[in-house]
């Protein structure tokens, strides 16, 4: 479609000519009129007598009222629709560190699909993924992306009215960054730096002038969660005993202390503080107690709540006043649940989402963003984040909105249809696990890893239609492969895993049962169906590839591929040991000799639950290191 753009078009020009293909327009002087004008107030677009006009405040709101105005020009003729930004931030931020670490490309398309949804921030959570020329290991072969890399994306972003800004650790989840030797001296514990040492705030100093330098943002996020050991290591041996407390607040006072001198303006997480004042050392506790001593030393930097657990709106907002009692300006961050095993909790995430996002208009919480994790091997495909990215960027812009909107608005944001990207979420919603899967569970992780002879987690699915299940998704996701040709990649490995597991969930528990009986003819005719499992996970295996390949840098694809590998090998163990005994030269096979217990550790388990868990808890009971 052609467009004559007139007016306030310059600060856009550049950020427009990145959409062209996306948006599927050209830009020309006989094109259909749109006149921009940017002013302070709402985004507005419309069209009438075959005139069409857009109005935007920020940058951020003419991408997507361009995005909006087609949409609506697609099927109405004749329109008007006004909008009001219910947030100043509106974001996303991207995890880099658990493996999976997207290339510039893979950045830039996130940022394009943003803009068209209108979100306006986006963080690079690096742990040690970027580069510090002072310490050559700090992210050596982890795919850290180099200065140069990094100030491409934020210009990129810049031109879209995307602000990017650097996420980084100063204190805990620096367990790789601190496992080479040149960090001996800078170590607490194995993943927490030692507070109060010179040496310490010397690599800090090189670590945020690195992380801040390739971005125009003043902003900078430090992290500061979760360092559960705090003093309680090399730190204890040198001082003794120090309330943790103080040694957070000295150490933090510290950080901010570079920060200021290099003019920047520090975010940290939250948690810390509230664990610290709760008995149990909980981050949730409506009962912790922080002293009014330690909330006047708080240096100046602002507090991110992080909470994609309850789907209660009143916990929402008492906690966020609880943050407001601490710092006036606290920002609240959500969770896409990418981080729940190979594939996406989109109920959970949405449970989530809403009751927060609603629980911040109400308390006129003006800075969000939403976190695309990727634990325990970034798994799961980063793109699968698009849903609740959609869902974030309607509430940005609507006080309400209905599902039918949404799903129209993530059709032209994405071209994808949301009820086929709805699919994923059955892979681990099975039978066994409640509606929504509010309760975590991941069995489509759980039973793609786990051992065919130790059957870690066959007592949990005792009796389920699982391969019935699974073999009907995969039905419905090779119809959905052909609807979305444009997501043809991420739709064929997820209908390729559950081709695998309409074959591979049940089989340990089938085995476990025919070996009992003694069916020694039973077990000769499992012997294909174990080399149909080996096929396919191979088939598997080289989808994930293409798909990796395609979004991320190499490293640490090893690490997924190793997982698949060993699926692969142990495979041809178990038919390896039916063979020995269907030909008599063992007499037994002691795995299958074991009783088959319910997994209860170390989550504890909850109804609607199959379980939850991480790939070295999966596949054995013994210890993988």
């Known amino acids: 479609m052609k467009l004559h753009l007139t007016g306030d078009v310059s600060q856009v020009k550049k950020g427009l000519k990145q959409l062209l293909k996306d948006l599927g327009i050209e830009l020309s002087k006989d094109g259909h009129p749109i006149h921009v004008s940017q002013r302070e107030g709402p985004l507005s677009i419309k069209n009438e007598n075959k005139e069409g006009e857009i109005l935007f405040q920020e940058k951020i709101h003419f991408f997507r009222g361009i995005g909006l105005w087609l949409e609506h020009f697609y099927t109405e003729k004749d329109f008007t629709l006004v909008e009001y930004p219910q947030f100043t931030m509106k974001g996303a931020m991207l995890d880099s560190s658990r493996n999976a670490v997207m290339t510039v490309d893979g950045i830039k398309d996130l940022l394009r699909k943003m803009a068209m949804m209108g979100l306006n921030t986006l963080m690079i959570y690096t742990e040690d993924t970027y580069e510090v020329k002072e310490y050559p290991y700090f992210g050596y072969m982890r795919g850290r992306y180099t200065e140069g890399e990094l100030r491409e994306c934020d ?5 879209l009215g ?4 650097p996420c980084i650790q100063t204190l805990a989840h620096l367990t790789e960054a601190l496992k080479w030797n040149y960090a001996i001296p800078l170590r607490d514990t194995a993943d927490i730096l030692l507070a109060g040492s010179k040496e310490t705030y010397t690599f800090l100093e090189h670590l945020i002038e690195a992380a801040s330098r390739p971005f125009q943002s003043k902003r900078i996020h430090i992290g500061m969660d979760e360092a ?6 090399k730190y204890l041996d040198k001082h003794g005993y120090e309330k943790r407390f103080d040694i957070m607040n000295k150490h933090l006072q ?6 200021e001198r290099k003019k920047l303006k520090p975010m940290i997480w939250s948690d810390m503080y509230f664990r610290l004042g709760s008995k149990h050392g909980g981050y949730y506790d409506l009962e912790a107690d922080i002293p009014e001593s330690v909330i006047a030393s708080i240096p100046d930097t602002q507090l991110v709540y992080w909470d994609y657990y309850h789907d209660d709106e009143a916990f929402y907002r008492t906690f966020i006043q609880k943050h407001k009692a601490l710092k006036y300006n606290p920002v609240f961050a959500g969770g896409v649940w990418t981080w729940n095993g190979i594939s996406p909790n989109y109920g959970k995430a949405f449970a989530t989402t809403e009751a927060a996002l609603r629980a911040c208009k109400k308390e006129n919480i003006k800075e969000v963003f939403v976190t695309m994790w990727g634990d325990n091997g970034a798994e799961t495909p980063m793109m699968t984040a698009l849903p609740v990215l959609q869902l974030f960027a309607e509430h940005a812009y609507q006080e309400s909105f209905s599902d039918v909107h949404l799903q129209k608005r993530f059709r032209f944001c994405t071209g994808a249809y949301f009820d086929d990207f709805m699919l994923f979420n059955q892979l681990d919603e099975t039978p066994g696990v409640s509606k929504h899967n509010l309760q975590t569970s991941n069995p489509s992780k759980l039973l793609l890893w786990q051992d065919i002879l130790i059957g870690l987690y066959d007592e949990n699915i005792k009796n389920l239609p699982l391969n019935k299940h699974y073999k009907l998704l995969t039905v419905k996701l090779e119809c959905a492969a052909k609807r979305n040709k444009d997501w043809s990649l991420l739709f064929h490995f997820y209908r390729q895993l559950s081709h695998v597991l309409s074959i591979k969930a049940e ?35 080289k989808t994930h590839r293409a798909l990796w390949f395609s979004l991320h840098k190499p490293f640490g694809w090893e690490i997924i591929e190793i997982r698949y590998g060993g699926v692969l090998t142990r495979t041809d163990t178990v038919m390896y040991r039916l063979n020995q005994y269907i030909g008599g030269e063992i007499n037994k096979i002691e795995e299958l000799e074991e009783d088959r217990l319910y997994f209860e550790g170390p989550y504890p388990m909850q109804e609607g639950s199959l379980g939850r868990n991480l790939y070295h808890r999966i596949v054995t009971a013994g210890n993988l290191s």
């Open 155 to 159: 210009q990129y972003a810049a031109d």
């Open 162 to 165: 995307i602000e990017m800004i």
């Open 228 to 233: 559960h050991q705090l003093g309680l290591g």
């Open 254 to 259: 510290e950080v901010t202390a570079i920060t």
């Open 507 to 541: 089989i340990g528990r089938n085995l476990k049962v025919i070996y009992d009986n003694q069916n020694r003819g039973m077990l000769q005719d499992m012997l294909p169906i174990l080399e149909e499992i080996k096929e396919r996970v191979d088939t598997l295996r």
